[in-house]
Nanobody
C-alpha cells in the first residue's frame, strides 16, 4: 500500500521560506512522477510543481523563480523549497505520486503566509 506523508508546513511571514517534504513508502519511488498541489479555501486544487522520474521539472507560473521541486530517490522523498512566500501562497499543500493508471495523495500540510 502506497503512503505519502507530508511535513514542513507552518506559519511564516511574507518574504520568508519553508521547505516541504513528502516521504513515500510502498512503491518503487524512483520510477514515478511526483508533484505538489495546493488548495486554498474556496478554490480548486491546483498544480504547483511536478518532477518526472528523469528529473524534468515544471512549475505553475505563479511560483516560477520562487519555488523549487526536487527529489531524493535514495530517501524516497520529494521536496518543495518555497522562497519569497506571499500571502496568496496560503493553502493546504498536497504531495502526489502518479503513473499510468494510478495516483496517490498525501494528507496535506497547511502553509500560512502572513502579511
Amino acid at each position: 500500500q502506497v503512503q505519502l506523508v507530508e511535513s514542513g508546513g507552518g506559519l511564516v511571514q511574507a518574504g520568508g521560506s519553508l521547505r516541504l517534504s513528502c516521504a513515500a513508502s510502498g512503491t518503487l519511488f524512483s520510477i514515478n512522477a511526483l508533484a505538489w498541489y495546493r488548495q486554498a479555501p474556496g478554490k480548486q486544487r491546483e498544480l504547483v510543481a511536478a518532477i518526472s522520474s528523469g528529473g524534468s521539472r515544471n512549475y505553475a507560473d505563479s511560483v516560477k523563480g520562487r519555488f523549487t521541486i526536487s527529489r531524493d530517490n535514495a530517501k524516497n522523498t520529494v521536496y518543495l523549497q518555497m522562497n519569497s512566500l506571499k500571502p496568496e501562497d496560503t493553502a493546504v499543500y498536497y504531495c502526489n505520486l502518479w503513473g499510468a493508471g494510478y495516483s496517490y495523495w498525501g494528507q496535506g500540510t497547511q502553509v500560512t503566509v502572513s502579511s
